[in-house]
C-alpha cells in the first residue's frame, strides 16, 4: 500500500497529493502533523529514504532556527527533535512498499508509484 505523509498547509505536498489522486492506485494519507510517526518510525522512513536525518529536517523552520541550528547534533538527536516537532519534517514523503522519497519536486513521486 502507498503511503503519503502530508501536511495540507504545504502547496508541494498537496501537488503530490493530487499526483497520486491522478495515478487511480490506493493508498493512505498519513496527516503526520496530527499523527506524528514515532522515532522508531521516522528511522524506518529514513533508512527507506536511505538520506541522513539531516537531510529530512526542514532547516527553514524557526522552531529549527531557534532551538537547533548550529548545535552539534548526533543522528538520534536529530530524530527526536522530528518526533517532537512535526514541522520540522521535509514534506511530502511518500513510501511504496521499500522505496520511499521526498516529493520535492512533487513530480518525483511518479518515480515510485
Given at each position: 500500500?502507498?503511503?503519503?505523509?502530508?501536511?495540507?498547509?504545504?502547496?508541494?505536498?498537496?501537488?503530490?497529493?493530487?499526483?497520486?489522486?491522478?495515478?487511480?492506485?490506493?493508498?493512505?494519507?498519513?496527516?503526520?502533523?496530527?499523527?506524528?510517526?514515532?522515532?522508531?518510525?521516522?528511522?524506518e522512513i529514513i533508512?527507506?529514504?536511505?538520506?541522513?536525518?539531516?537531510?529530512?529536517?526542514?532547516?527553514?523552520?524557526s522552531i529549527w532556527?531557534?532551538?537547533?541550528?548550529?548545535?552539534?547534533?548526533?543522528?538520534?538527536?536529530?530524530?527526536?527533535?522530528?518526533?517532537?516537532?512535526?514541522?520540522?519534517?521535509?514534506?511530502?514523503?511518500?513510501?511504496?512498499?521499500?522505496?520511499?522519497?521526498?516529493g520535492r519536486p512533487?513530480?518525483?513521486?511518479?518515480?515510485?508509484?
Amino acid at each position: 500500500m502507498i503511503k503519503i505523509y502530508h501536511n495540507n498547509r504545504c502547496s508541494k505536498s498537496r501537488l503530490g497529493l493530487q499526483l497520486l489522486e491522478d495515478s487511480g492506485k490506493e493508498f493512505e494519507i498519513i496527516k503526520y502533523i496530527e499523527n506524528t510517526p514515532s522515532y522508531n518510525e521516522l528511522n524506518e522512513i529514513i533508512g527507506l529514504l536511505g538520506i541522513s536525518p539531516l537531510q529530512l529536517v526542514r532547516k527553514g523552520e524557526s522552531i529549527w532556527k531557534e532551538n537547533f541550528k548550529g548545535k552539534n547534533l548526533s543522528d538520534q538527536e536529530i530524530v527526536l527533535a522530528m518526533s517532537k516537532h512535526p514541522k520540522l519534517i521535509e514534506r511530502p514523503i511518500v513510501i511504496n512498499g521499500n522505496k520511499a522519497i521526498i516529493g520535492r519536486p512533487p513530480e518525483t513521486i511518479l518515480e515510485i508509484i
